[in-house]
């Protein structure tokens, strides 16, 4: 039997309350969900998840939450966030994460949009954010606040979440029948995309979608039983949403929440994950790391480190053009790897890691190729919220450097005349939230939905993203230029932080250069730089010599239409605070052209 039709059937009557069940009674004392990094943390197992899930279900019913209605969250990374999001899950209703980046603007668009009739609060930040736009939002009944010394008093519509996780008698025949009465099609959750081209866009996932999407990954790129992982990215986000909430309950792994995404390094060696899925710039950052440590070996260790490079890296680029590794290239590789680069890996926590992966954007090949030289592979996937995460995956034996891999099994990929790629399968969502509450369908009639990317598929059925059709470049000479592909090539410098490529409508490609923030301080004190902070480092002789080669490097391996002809470097950082960046580290490049409008026109002057 095919792989997809395998895990149609899987996939046929599950749901994640009943995938929940079948932990807490299969499982009841494996651990569930650990919260935090370091000494202080605590562990819930599948049973003591699913009763604190029980518990809150009850006492969100007793506020009038129904199916179909809408529930928001706005939390950081807390066991709460998880029970809050199953208990929601349980009553059919649809809950939605919040960035804790938005603005007043964006949280009123949100709330307003979604009509959600209860909202779940985590203390003053979120208090301080939301505050101003409670009495706006007409469909608002209830705001559950986990800190009770925050919420105003004489408002009748606070209520405390203790109060309500504990304020209803225990009934457990109840609870079972919510469990299944849930269906496979149901709507599950709703994400809201970034809203890097217009307003955000209210996505509505299936726990089949969910359910798929997470089997999926399993079957392609197998990982230990009971496989741990580190929740760190965003809980809005469509990866932390799949792979730190859902994936967990349909493999019965053990979830690790990393609240603070600085202590990642430590969150890492702690849990030495089986799976790790990384944005470029978390990637991009371990490299730079590497790079540094391995620069102050010597003698005989810097000789045996550089040999199991070498081989590592040489079977790598073989296997990514398609080819086999000769058996006695593998040999030393396997005693390389072991005597060598397993104890590079360790010291960062991924001696254990079976699955890592890299999306949301491109990343640079000389990065994964250096990532790939210690031992760690990391392959590149596809996809959008609308996709359910990935469409695409990269595995070891089909992959090529800069491609995103094949589509996963049952799963439909083609490019349209103009270049459009085309999804269909199980992972397409049904569509987008309306602000009635109804869904318009995201696909077309035949199930294709339209990425808004572009790119080509080549002989080995492997897919390249070039572009976001809405970014392409289209210079006044009527060239049509990926920026993204410039882009790429520039960030793979340490001291770059952020590269856009700009030239829409003007005569030739310019790019604006920023500076990382943890990385161009150790850069410059590797090279002998006294300097005070980013602002100075901007302006320093040999931080804008460096970039000024890193920019005739790329060029050397862009077409002449493409390369970039004046630069400017600034200091950063570049947040979503700053107006700049998604929450998700996406360019908001409408901003960054009104931002930066001065330095931009300087450089056309």
Known sequence: MAIAEQLQQTVE???????????????????????????????????????????LTRGLAALGLREGERMLIAMSKRAEHWVADLAA????????????????????????????TVLVLEGEEQMRRWGPVLDDLPDLRAVVVLDWSVAPEGDERFVSYQAVRGGVKPDEAAFEALTDAVTTDQPLTVVYTSG???DPKGVVLTHRNVIYESLMQDELVAVPEHPR??????????????????????????VTICPDPAQLLPGLLQVRPHGFFGVPRVWEKLAAGLRAKLSTLTGERAAAVGQAQKLALEAFRLRSEGREVPEDVADSLRQADEQVLLPIRAAVGFDECRRAFSGAAPIPTAVLEFLASVGLAVYEVWGLSETTG?????????????????????????????????????????????????????????????????????????VTVTDRKKEIIITDGGKNIAPTKVESLLRAHPLVAQAVAI?????????????????????????????????????????????????????????????????????????????????????????????HATTIESMYT
Not at 94 to 107: A, H, M, R, V
Not at 239 to 251: F, H, K, S, T
Not at 406 to 420: F, L, S
Not at 442 to 458: F, K
């Open 390 to 462: 990935a469409a695409t995956v990269s595995i070891p034996g089909a992959f090529a450097l800069g491609a995103v891999g094949r589509p996963g099994p049952g799963i439909e990929v083609k490019a349209a005349e103009d270049g459009e790629l085309l999804v269909r399968g199980p992972v397409v969502v049904p569509g987008y939230l309306r602000a009635e509450g109804g869904i318009e369908p995201a696909a077309d009639a035949d199930g294709w939905l339209a990425t808004g990317d572009v790119g080509t598929i080549d002989d080995r059925g492997i």
């Open 196 to 198: 890097t081209t217009g």
């Open 89 to 116: 899950v349980h009553l059919g209703a649809l809950s939605c994460s919040t960035y804790d980046t938005l603005s007043t603007e964006q949280i009123r668009f949100v709330a307003r949009h979604s009509a959600a």
């Open 229 to 254: 992982t580190l929740a760190y990215l965003p809980m809005a986000h469509i990866a932390e949403r799949v792979l730190g909430i859902y994936m967990p309950i349909c493999n019965a792994g053990h």
């Open 503 to 595: 030239g829409d409508r003007r005569p030739y490609i310019t790019a604006l250069l920023v500076l990382d923030e943890e990385m161009a301080p150790l850069w410059a004190k590797a090279n002998g730089i006294d300097a005070g902070g980013l602002e100075e480092l901007a302006r320093h002789p040999e931080v804008l010599a460096a970039l000024d080669a890193a920019v005739a490097e790329a060029n050397a391996r862009l077409a002449r239409p493409e390369q970039v002809k004046r630069h400017r470097v600034l200091p950063g950082p570049w947040t979503a605070e700053s107006g700049e960046l998604t929450p998700k580290l996406s360019l908001r490049r409408r901003d960054v052209d009104r931002l």
């Open 13 to 55: 009557g599950s749901t994640i309350p009943r995938l929940l069940r079948r932990n807490a009674e299969q499982f009841p004392a494996l651990p569930a969900l650990t919260t935090g990094v370091g000494p202080d943390e605590g562990t819930l197992t599948w049973f003591q998840l699913r009763a604190e899930v029980a518990a």
